[in-house]
């Protein structure tokens, strides 16, 4: 079976030239974790996932902490918020690299791309590139599940 074959159709994506502050309100809105960046032509050129938005929101100190358990909260860092500056700036400087794969990818290789590379959805394109849909792990492992069906009991 196919990608496309299990994939959501109706993914939603923001251009290159778009703020931070129009990808956090993105987020909200269609409440969903990973929004892919598109050029002109609508190929992806890069991801914003949820992570990287709240990232702006942690203190410095987070990423020099090798535990968390001892810190029952952050105090009065819990109030701050990234300044206007910050939501202004391009959504290309806080993306990330993208994986994508063609629609036509099998199932158990688009799986085993998001395991090898920690990914909870994954972006696919279609012909030239362009950003035709995404799946998750859950519509991959449901479709995969669903052959064992076909499979008769002993």
Not at 11 to 16: G, N
Not at 79 to 99: D, G, N
Not at 123 to 152: K, Q, Y
């Amino acid at each position: 079976m196919e990608i496309r074959a299990c994939m959501k159709h109706n993914v939603f994506s923001i251009s290159a030239r778009a703020t931070i502050r129009q990808a956090a309100a993105l987020v909200l809105e269609r409440h969903i974790g990973l929004l892919p960046v598109v050029d002109e032509l609508g190929k992806p050129v890069g991801v914003i996932r949820l992570a990287d938005l709240l990232s702006l929101e942690l203190p410095d100190f987070f990423n020099l902490l090798p535990d968390l358990d001892f810190v029952h909260d952050f105090g009065a860092v819990e109030t701050t918020r990234p300044t206007p500056q910050e939501l202004a700036r391009p959504v290309t400087s806080i993306m990330q690299p993208i994986t994508f794969v063609e629609e036509t990818c099998g199932l158990l290789r688009a799986y085993a791309l998001m395991v090898k590379h920690n990914l909870h959805d994954l972006p696919v394109v279609g012909n030239g590139g362009v950003l035709v849909g995404i799946a998750s792990r859950v519509d991959l492992g449901a479709a995969i599940l669903s052959s064992w069906m076909t499979v008769e009991a002993p």
